[in-house]
C-alpha cells in the first residue's frame, strides 16, 4: 500500500519542479513512519526525487533521519504541521525541510489538466482550483490577522463574553469550514493526478 500512496506523491511532484528539486537536494536522507496502533515493521521512505521506501533500514535513529510516532491521526495532523501531535525523533531539521516543501507546493494545475482535458478547458480549470486554494489560505490568515488586531486596538469595546462566546463559534466553524474545503481541495487534487497519470 506505501508503494502505491508514493507513487501518487511522485505523481503529483510532477507537476511542481520545484518541490521535487527540493525533495532531491534531500537525496539519502531518511523519513521513518512509527504508526502506534498498526502491528508490523515501521515504515522507512528514502527522501529525493523519486521518493522511494528503504525497507533495509534498521529501526536505530541515524543521522540523516527523522523518526515520526504516534496514531494515524496523530500522524496526519503532523502534516497539516502540527508537529506536536506526534513524537519526533532524530534529525528535526530534515522535518523543517520537508514541512517547507510541503507548504510550498504548488501543482502546475494547467499541465497537469491539459494532458487530460485538453488546453483551454485545463486553463479554466486550473485557474479555478488554483486560486481556490489560494483564497482558502489567505482567507484563513486575514481573519485571524483581524481578529488579533480587533482585540489588541478595541480592548475598550470590549464585546460581553456571551457575545465574544458566540464570535468564537463562529471563529471556530469557518475554521472548520476552510479546512473542510482544503481536504475536498486536495481530494480533488489527488484525483486529478490520478487520471492524467493513470494510477
Known amino acids: 500500500m506505501i508503494e502505491r500512496i508514493l507513487k501518487r506523491i511522485n505523481a503529483v511532484l510532477a507537476y511542481d519542479a520545484a518541490s521535487?528539486?527540493?525533495?532531491?537536494?534531500?537525496?539519502?536522507?531518511?523519513?521513518?513512519?512509527?504508526?502506534e496502533t498498526a502491528p508490523g515493521k515501521p515504515v522507512v521512505i528514502r527522501?529525493?526525487?523519486?521518493?522511494?521506501?528503504?525497507?533495509?533500514i534498521a529501526k536505530s535513529p541515524l543521522p540523516d533521519m527523522v523518526w515520526l510516532k504516534g496514531t494515524p491521526l496523530q500522524l496526519l495532523a503532523a502534516l497539516k504541521g502540527q508537529r506536536e501531535s506526534v513524537k519526533?525523533?532524530?534529525?528535526?531539521?530534515?522535518?523543517?525541510?520537508?514541512?517547507?516543501?510541503?507548504?510550498?507546493?504548488d501543482i502546475q494545475w494547467s499541465q497537469l489538466l491539459a494532458e487530460t482535458l485538453g488546453v483551454e478547458t485545463a486553463s479554466v480549470l486550473g485557474s479555478t482550483a488554483s486560486g481556490t486554494r489560494h483564497w482558502i489560505r489567505s482567507t484563513?490568515?486575514?481573519?485571524?490577522?483581524?481578529?488579533?488586531?480587533?482585540?489588541?486596538?478595541?480592548r475598550e469595546a470590549m464585546p460581553h463574553p456571551r457575545e465574544f462566546e458566540q464570535f468564537a463559534e463562529e471563529a471556530l466553524a469557518l475554521r472548520q469550514r476552510a479546512d473542510k474545503a482544503e481536504a475536498r481541495l486536495a481530494i480533488l487534487e489527488a484525483q486529478l493526478a490520478e487520471k492524467a497519470t493513470g494510477v
Open 20 to 35: 521535487a528539486e527540493s525533495l532531491r537536494a534531500l537525496d539519502g536522507r531518511l523519513l521513518g513512519i512509527d504508526i
Open 88 to 105: 519526533v525523533e532524530g534529525n528535526v531539521e530534515l522535518l523543517d525541510a520537508l514541512e517547507t516543501i510541503r507548504a510550498g507546493l
Open 140 to 154: 484563513t490568515e486575514r481573519f485571524r490577522s483581524d481578529v488579533l488586531a480587533y482585540l489588541q486596538d478595541e
Open 47 to 56: 527522501l529525493g526525487y523519486p521518493l522511494q521506501r528503504a525497507d533495509d
